[in-house]
């Protein structure tokens, strides 16, 4: 029987690209690489105006332990280091490298082959691979690897990917399974003695049966078949339906023995220690209704997202929307001019005529917000204290467990702008926290 949690929703899937075997985008003339691609700290920029960089050099070095290096992905030169739009809206330092069309490649220094390594000596190469989470919260993986050793005994690999749209992971694991099991042998090196489970949707069983093949022999590595439901690559979520266990508010997965990563951040990984490959290029689904042709195409960091549209065809509609991350929990964006980064495993073009807006939204108590929550939190409640500027009452509410899964907001035929209202919320707490 397939693995399942409390809640969730089921929106229309439009995965139109899950058929479609990853290209290579053409080679950017240019790359923008922002020096915050991750949870934490920016980096600083290491390299000046009129510098020649290669491939995999480092051009970005951490201010601080939850950060990650970053490193160019084309070689070229650097034209300018200044600030630049970010996709999280922001304008971030940035380095931009004209591209020489060398591919001169500066490979990580590796001391011995990976099996003869201490776990110490892994850990450090991951954060000089700048490798963070690719599920979409980037968070440096270096660091989520010493939180857990000695503290987990199940490894959990996220590859459901439940968001509409996206077939990225879908096709590494069809395309790049080696690679996949490569990195959580890795892993495993670091985790000896714990189980790992490789949780993935049962509208993707064709992955199920590439990943059994690359994983052969090893008892180690199991897979679990999850029911297909919005919001089941939910780190909390996967938890719940493949151990039982609850994360308590406020509580992180390792506070009941567990350690999530990202499918495609595996792989990642097995690249880092396999040909020396610092984490510089990301596999991104283009789809939406704007665009003339669907892909997923594997783009260096760095490379504009026009770009990405190029390789599809352009748009054969007028573009009203641009959406980088999936429907749901994605990030609206102004241009398709911002770049490709490492946490980007989607950009979706809409024609105009899909946008659920009404000009008085009215909560009609309903409660299926409720029901819909996958945290067992209260949508209706916590909206109308947000909406009220009542920040205690948010709080004891539990707000900052909203993970913005949009779930509520998708099933409200009032039409509310719940998950808005909660990010708000969340941020006020946040900062009277702070306070």
């Known amino acids: 029987m397939a693995h399942t949690f409390p809640g969730g929703v089921h929106p229309a899937a439009h995965k139109v690209t899950a058929g479609r075997a990853i290209e290579n985008v053409p080679a950017p003339k240019m790359v923008h690489i922002p020096m915050s691609m991750h949870i934490g700290l920016p980096c600083e920029p290491t390299v000046k105006v009129g510098d020649h960089v290669k491939k995999g050099q480092k051009i970005g070095e951490t201010t601080g332990y939850v950060a990650a290096p970053i490193h160019a992905s084309v070689s070229g030169t650097v034209k300018s280091v200044a600030l630049a739009y970010h996709p999280n809206g922001s304008r971030v330092m940035t380095v931009s490298i004209e591209n020489d069309f060398q591919d001169e490649f500066e490979p990580l ?3 011995m082959d990976w099996q003869m390594m201490t776990p110490d000596e892994m850990v450090s190469l991951v954060r000089e691979a700048g490798i963070v989470g690719h599920g979409g919260a980037t968070f440096p993986t270096h660091v989520k690897i010493r939180a857990a050793m000695g503290k987990v005994d199940t490894l959990i690999v996220n590859a459901a990917e439940c968001e509409p749209y996206i077939t990225a992971d879908h096709r590494v694991m069809l ?3 080696d690679e996949v099991i490569g990195g959580i042998r890795i892993l495993l090196r670091i985790f000896p003695r714990i189980r790992c489970v490789i949780a993935i949707e049962d509208n993707k069983l064709d992955a199920v049966e590439s990943l059994k093949r690359a994983i052969g022999a090893d008892n180690r590595i199991k897979i679990e078949v999850l029911k297909t439901k919005y919001p089941q690559g939910g780190e909390k979520q996967l938890i719940r339906a493949l151990t039982g266990r609850e994360v ?8 009941v023995q567990c350690v999530v990563f990202n499918v495609d951040t595996t792989a990642t ?6 040909y020396g490959m610092p984490d510089i290029t990301r596999v991104v689904t283009v789809s939406g209704s704007a665009i003339a042709l669907p892909k997923n195409l594997r783009a260096p960091i760095g490379t504009p997202m026009a770009d990405l549209v190029a390789a599809c065809s352009g748009y054969d509609k007028e573009a009203h929307k641009y959406v980088t991350g999936g429907p749901m929990m994605g990030s609206a964006q102004f241009t398709d001019q911002i770049p490709v980064i490492r946490g980007t495993n989607a950009f979706l073009a809409f024609a105009e005529n899909e946008d659920r807006l009404v000009d008085q939204p009215i909560c009609i108590r309903c409660g299926r917000c409720i029901n819909a929550c996958p945290m067992h939190l209260l949508p209706t409640y916590m909206y109308l204290y947000a909406s009220h500027n009542r920040w205690d009452e948010c709080e004891k509410l539990n707000v900052v467990d909203c993970m913005e899964c949009g779930a509520c907001t998708h099933v409200c035929p009032g039409s509310l702008h719940l998950t808005q209202m909660f990010r708000i919320a969340k941020a006020k707490t946040m900062e009277r926290r702070r306070r």
């Not at 990984?269 to 396999?274: E, G, L, P, V």
């Open 109 to 111: 220094p590796r001391a």
């Open 175 to 177: 395309e790049q399974a």
């Open 248 to 255: 308590p508010p406020t509580k992180l997965p390792v506070d």
């Open 269 to 274: 990984i097995y690249r880092a220690f396999t």
